[in-house]
Structures are given as structure tokens and as C-alpha cells.
């Protein structure tokens, strides 16, 4: 803990993801809407800006909901979604992004969301279901701290570097590690609310953003829990797989995300001083659990598999359970070991049935909320 992990923690940064900044020195949140009869009555919501950096920099426009009927604070799951706050919910006062959004998204014109994407996403995130089991659900959408292309010069980017350059250097932090930094600003808050368990923080995301939820977890031990869900290349995949989507791949398609030093080991991988289990490893001894599905081979769900095997003996050493089996288990069967393991029939996707098994696991390690 006082060395090594120091020491994967900057190799991960100096070669892969980029360099976090610190937090900035001050933070602001402002209530923007609050609805204490949510869901029909079953949550409030509650919708808040988070400001940091200069006044022109980027805002993270957050969507909380918590459960009404709990006996005490509520454990809460932190993360980013794709397309915006609006598509998650069917509420005509659910601000819209201001910032960049993909053309892929429901409803964009011109890669601006409009009315047209409301409600659009409500299976993606489940927000109904984790209300009923007693968990709050803080969300935003990523493009508030930095938008998925290749472009330094908007996000946060330009507000953090030391001399202000929009254009990246070897170590520059990537857009995966600006969307983690941001996640650490939502919980800067979520800490704070009352409302909520501090000690009960479980993040989730899926694809790109599941990499990211695992390295916001990685560098922030206030977060308890992580479910990197399909994660893939660059995140739950080891990036010496011969499986699915490859270093140089991934680096050749969205170069905005790591580091440049990354493109440096794409012909030479086994030259990576470090393999994705360290980065499991970074959040032992809390719970990880990597959830995959059967079509989505791109994300090599068996080099998943064997990630978190290979991160079983720091879990060890620190007294935690590892992973329960030997062997990928059958689609459907949930592993809720420490390090958990998940595999289901289907596609590249976040579901509603995925969002069960998401509150089983943490069910299981941070505790049935009261109440629900």
C-alpha cells in the first residue's frame, strides 16, 4: 500500500491513461430542480451543477435520485451515461446537455440534444428498478466534462493543463482519465449529501465508460464498489489478449483517449510494464465485478476471465476474497465472489436484466439497503 501501489498508480498514468490533475481547490454545487415525488412518490430527484476551474470552464450537470422509503442514507451508484441526463427519464424538466453530443444519440440535431431524445435510454440505466432496492443513482453525461472526439480544445482539457495547450503531449491525460477525474468531482459531492451512504459508493459504466468507472475507482478510494461492465481493450481486457479488440486498434480509432505514450506499445504490448490485473489490483481490496455477454467478443470476455484471476493475489494479501471459480461460469450465473464474474446470451449492451445482477452484487458486499 505505501509503495507499489503508488508506483502502478503513476505507471498507469505516465504510460496509459495520462496524468489527473489534483482536485481543483474549490467546488461549487448549485440545486438547480428538486422533486420530492419522483417515480410516483418512491424517490426524489434532485438535479445540481458542480462548478470547479475558471468560471468559462465546463460544468457537470448532475441527475440524482434517491429513495424515499429507507431507514437512513442511501447507498448510491456513480456514473456517466452516453447521450445525456434527458434520455434516462420521461421528464419534459430534465435540462437538456449544452455540450457536444454524439450524432449516434437519440434525438441529436446537429450533435446537440434536443426534446426528441427524452426518455429514449430509460431500459439503459434502470433507474425505477435501483430506486425499488433502495439505492440512489447519481448520473451525468460525459461530454459535460470532456466530449468523446478527438479534440483537446473544449472539455476540461485546456482549464487543467499547467501552460493551457490544447494540444496533447506524451503524458496528457486522455478523455478515459478526464471522464474519471470528472466522476471524482460528482463524488465530491455525493460525500456530502446527507441523503446518502459516503461509506456505500459503487460506480458503474459500460463500454468506454466502464473503463473509465474502473480507473475512477482505481485512483479514489472513496468509491467502495466498481462494475466496469464490457469493458474491453483498455480497461477490463488484458491488453496482451490475442482476443477481440487490440492496443493498436483501439489507439488507431479513438486516439483522444489514452495518452500518447500508449500508441508507443502498439506493435510491442509485452513491453507494457503492467497488465489490466494491476489496475484490478489498485482497487483491492474492495469489489470488482466484470460483467460481460456471450456475443461481445470484441471485449474478450474469457482474457476478462483471466485478468481478475491474476489480480486474486493482492486480494489475498490484503485478506479479501478472490474469484470463487476456476473457470468462466455458464451464461446467467452470477459469481459474487470479491472479484465477480458474470457472462450472459446477448450483445454488446447495457440492460435492465444487467442492472439486477449489478444490484445482487452489491446487495451482497455493501448490504441490502434498509428499507427497500
Not at 486522455?174 to 465530491?188: N, Y
Not at 459503487?202 to 469493458?231: C, F, N, W, Y
Not at 491488453?239 to 502498439?266: C, M, Q
Request: one cysteine or more; proline letters at 8%; glycine letters at 10%.
Amino acid at each position: 500500500m505505501s509503495q507499489r501501489r503508488p508506483e502502478l498508480k503513476a505507471l498507469f498514468q505516465h504510460y496509459m491513461y495520462g496524468y489527473l490533475p489534483a482536485p481543483p481547490k474549490e467546488i461549487t454545487t448549485r440545486v438547480e430542480r428538486v422533486d420530492a415525488n419522483y417515480f410516483g412518490g418512491k424517490a426524489t430527484k434532485k438535479e445540481l451543477t458542480i462548478a470547479f476551474g475558471p468560471p468559462q470552464a465546463p460544468t457537470i450537470g448532475l441527475l440524482l435520485v434517491v429513495p424515499n422509503r429507507r431507514k437512513g442514507p442511501a447507498p448510491v451508484f456513480v456514473g456517466e451515461n452516453f447521450c445525456g441526463n434527458h434520455a434516462l427519464v420521461d421528464d419534459p424538466k430534465v435540462a437538456l446537455p449544452r455540450a457536444w453530443v454524439p450524432s449516434h444519440c437519440p434525438g441529436c440535431e446537429d450533435h446537440r440534444a434536443t426534446n426528441a431524445g427524452r426518455g429514449t435510454q430509460i431500459d439503459v440505466w434502470n433507474l425505477d428498478a435501483s430506486i425499488d432496492r433502495g439505492y440512489a443513482v447519481a448520473t451525468f453525461y460525459c461530454g459535460d466534462v470532456d466530449p468523446d472526439r478527438p479534440d483537446f480544445s473544449d472539455g476540461v482539457h485546456p482549464f487543467f493543463e499547467s501552460d493551457g495547450t490544447k494540444e496533447p503531449g506524451p503524458h496528457t491525460w486522455g478523455t478515459i482519465a478526464a471522464w474519471a477525474w470528472g466522476i471524482h468531482r460528482a463524488v465530491d459531492y455525493l460525500v456530502t449529501d446527507t441523503d446518502l451512504d459516503a461509506r456505500r459508493i459503487a460506480v458503474v459504466g459500460h463500454s468506454r465508460l466502464g473503463k473509465t468507472a474502473l480507473v475512477a475507482a482505481a485512483m479514489d478510494e472513496r468509491i467502495a464498489l466498481a462494475i466496469p461492465h464490457q469493458a474491453g481493450c483498455g480497461g477490463t481486457a488484458p491488453s496482451r489478449g490475442k482476443v477481440g479488440e487490440s492496443v493498436e486498434r483501439i489507439n488507431a480509432a479513438f486516439p483522444h483517449w489514452f495518452a500518447e505514450e500508449f500508441t508507443r506499445f502498439n506493435e510491442q504490448v509485452d513491453k507494457l510494464p503492467f497488465d489490466q490485473h494491476s489496475l484490478v489490483a489498485l482497487v483491492a481490496p474492495r469489489p470488482v465485478l466484470f460483467s460481460n455477454a456471450v456475443d461481445d467478443q470484441w471485449a474478450n470476455p474469457d482474457g476478462q476471465f483471466e485478468v481478475l484471476k491474476a489480480a486474486e493475489g493482492v486480494y489475498r494479501l490484503l485478506g479479501a476474497e478472490g474469484l470463487a471459480v476456476d473457470k468462466p461460469p455458464e451464461p446467467g450465473r452470477l459469481i459474487d465472489s470479491t472479484l465477480g464474474y458474470y457472462i450472459r446470451p446477448g450483445k454488446h449492451s447495457m440492460t435492465q436484466g444487467d442492472w439486477q445482477v449489478f444490484l445482487d452484487f452489491a446487495d451482497k458486499h455493501l448490504g441490502r439497503p434498509g428499507g427497500a
